[in-house]
């Protein structure tokens, strides 16, 4: 009874479960089949589906600004996956260097504007080679660099020489007599700084340069010009991609000259190697901070130094080539005819690598002839965390001095780093990391030296040997003795100039230490910045000059 009660049901449930579990297999067949095509669909670049890859491919991008499928340079290979891994590290994808495609620097004749760089080194090809390629990479054209020590010697100078854009000068005894004959001499805004040691002679020598470089961007019918040291590397912040073509080009037709403020580095170990690659804390500058948040944590930013910055705080400037324009020392430009219009930018900046590494301490020692005391270091340097360095590297053991270098250089307190970070004091900048880091894995610097000639020829052999010779005195005897001119004509000439307008002949800007907090105060110093303000059409924008 119970059998026939059961008989007739079981065959039905057998049959559910066949199928229930025919159509869970199918569906387990047809879902990763599904994922599968529509994986496919959203790759597909010829579909309809909104790739944001799609935006950067050779055929519907615009490249890294200046680069070209045309490239003097040879073919470097780097595959696809060294590209994801270099964006990757950037920290956001494509959307960190929308340009990014290959490192090719051949510039078009109507890529506008033309800028160009002019610096005074005795570096190496490891540091001349990533600070210049990096600049290349966000829109520099042309070099124009006033070498001596190691970068004029024969071996740097071939590898300097072949790279397309760049002008090699060198200190002969010809370029001397020249800028002898400079009208500098007759004027008084450098006076100040004739006849003195080190970094004086340094700012006198650089100062000429500027002036043939002012001479030279014109016959290469540049637009900008901006003096920077090996050290240093410019930071477009602000622009609507990574490129300073693009931070210029939105500037006003009517700015002479755009100010940008140095960030400084702040490093967190005491045995870097390769500044450009290994730092990527900053410490930001006075004008891009709040005053209350600058003075309200200058102590801890100090961290009982002299001042704010190790070195100086007022930033370098980008000046327009124009008619009579004239250097005003390393850090700014003037004009003998009018007071030049000049803006500071609010997020781009200067980046500037002091004291990163260890050794810099005695390679800055080397280059002085002062004595270690505290009043002749005052002849030699400007600054007083520069006298203060010098001091110890001349007089203190290496054990002694690696543990100045960690008390006053390295930021190992990483609870006072992280309340300076949360502030904004520091911040962290990863984008010349990448660049170079990706430069160098792409094989351009070991390319460039491979395909350098063997040998200089004659001429700039003999230039390369006599600017070396030149340089070496350079530590003991100024600049301005060695051009032959005596203080006694000068002293003549300045007097002579006395009646002269002040607002032309504005004396030179040195290097100078950001406010302090017993000279400024809590007061406010008025600063004129320039930004660009959106306005409800994405099409349009604005600008606004504030102070």
Sequence with gaps: MAGGLYAPIRPQTSTSQSTFTSKLLLLLTLLPLSLATFAFLLQWRGGAVNDPITRWSPEQSHLFPGMDVTSPLPTLGHSASSDCSLLARGGGGSGVFPYYRDWKFDYSADLKPKICITTTTSAGLEQILPWMFYHKVIGVATFFLFVEGKAASPEVSKVLESIPGVKVIYRTKELEVQQANSRIWN???????FYKPCNYELFVKQSLNMEMAIVMARNFGMDWIVHLDTDELLHPAGAREYSLRQLLLDVPGDVDMVVFPNYESSVERDDIKDPFTEISMFKKNYDHLPKDTYFGLYKESTRGNPNYFLTYGNGKSVARIQDHLRPNGAHRWHNYMKTPKEIKLEEAAVLHYTYAK??????????????????????????????????????AT???MLSWYKEHVVWTDKTVNLKLMRKGILTRIYAPMVIVQGLRESGVFSSIIASAPSTLSKDKFLAS???SNSSRGAAVESVTRKIGKSKESHATARKALEAVDNTIHEAAVPPL????IDGLGKKSRPIVVWR?????DPSESHHEMYA
């Design 358 to 395: 260890f050794s810099d301490l005695t390679s800055r020692r080397d280059r002085c002839g002062c004595k270690p005391t505290k009043e002749d270091v005052k002849r030699c340097f400007m600054l007083e965390f520069d006298r203060a360095a010098f001091i110890i590297a001349s007089t």
């Design 513 to 516: 230490s950001p406010p302090g």
């Design 187 to 193: 004027e008084t805004w450098l006076s100040s700084f």
């Design 465 to 467: 040997v006599e600017s």
């Design 398 to 400: 290496e054990d002694e």
């Design 532 to 536: 660009k303000v959106p306005i409800n």
